[in-house]
């Protein structure tokens, strides 16, 4: 009778410990918690990542305490760890690609290849960020689609990015005939990109002989501009270069075919 008081009595103090255990880690993990996630603010990462970061490392506390608790009530942890670890083994298998995609978004995220609202050629498609997720990012194509693309697809390939730098270059090429005259044609273009007012001057515009074709003379035009003037710069130079060189007459070659007919 002793033996068995004393062995409830004991029982009865592990049980107690082990929720204390519980209750008391369950708050040190939640302070421990909130000071890493006060350290990462201040050290300005990403909410995003933050609010990840939060959830995961929550998590794994509250799996130590789990332990802890049971081990204080006398149960062997040993297999319980033994079938968390096959558990997760079995779970990265079968949800590999989505750890893929969170690892590429922490990447995204850290690094910032891009932001939201920068123009951007990645993982095969071009368009407008919009959001910048752990899992996905979102983009919106120039003629109003919206596309999702997870994050490993991203990662995994080259990423362009159009709105990163405060200005780009411009590169035209514009033929002309061999009967026209070249140096009135240099005069001509170097007039209209440097009548532009978003043309830059520092950089200096460039006109140039590029090449002696097989049916025109070509010249290479290089222009630096604010990235948000890019295509409306390069749209509104090819359509006046075309109109003054039709008043100035010089020619643009096009491709021909003559017809030859011989009469027996």
Do not use: C
């Not at 130590?64 to 968390?84: D, Y």
């Not at 995204?108 to 095969?124: L, M």
């Not at 710069?233 to 021909?256: A, M, N």
Request: proline residues 2%; hydrophobic residues 50%; glycine residues 8%.
């Amino acid at each position: 009778m002793d033996s068995l008081s004393a062995m409830i009595t004991q029982w009865g103090v592990n049980i107690v410990l082990a929720l204390l255990i519980f209750f008391v880690g369950k708050e040190v993990a939640k302070k421990l918690t909130d000071i890493l996630i006060g350290l990462m603010r201040k050290s300005n990462m990403d909410e995003t990542l933050i609010g990840f970061l939060q959830s995961v490392i929550y998590g794994l506390m509250l799996v130590f305490i789990v332990l802890a608790a049971l081990s204080q009530l006398g149960i062997e942890t040993t297999s319980f760890v033994a079938v968390l670890g096959a558990a997760g083994l079995a779970v990265g298998l079968a949800f590999k690609d989505s750890f893929s995609n969170i690892g590429s978004g922490m990447m995204i995220i850290i690094f910032k290849p891009f932001k939201v609202g920068d123009f951007v050629t990645a993982g095969g498609e071009s368009g407008v960020i919009e959001q910048i997720t752990i899992f996905q990012t979102v983009m919106k194509t120039g003629d109003n689609k919206v596309i999702i693309i997870p994050n490993s697809n991203i990662t995994k390939n080259n990423i362009t990015n159009f709105s990163q730098k405060e200005t780009r270059r411009i590169d035209f090429v514009f033929g002309i005939g061999y009967d026209d005259d070249l140096k009135k044609a240099k005069e001509v273009l170097l007039d209209i990109v440097m009548s532009d007012e978003r043309v830059l001057k520092d950089p200096k515009p460039l006109v140039a002989v590029n090449e002696l074709g097989d049916s025109s003379v070509d010249f290479v035009v290089r222009a630096w501009v604010k990235s948000g003037d890019f295509w409306k710069v390069k749209w509104d130079i090819t359509e006046r270069v075309k109109l003054r060189f039709d008043k100035e007459g010089i020619s643009i070659p096009f491709p021909q075919m003559n017809l030859h007919l011989k009469q027996e």
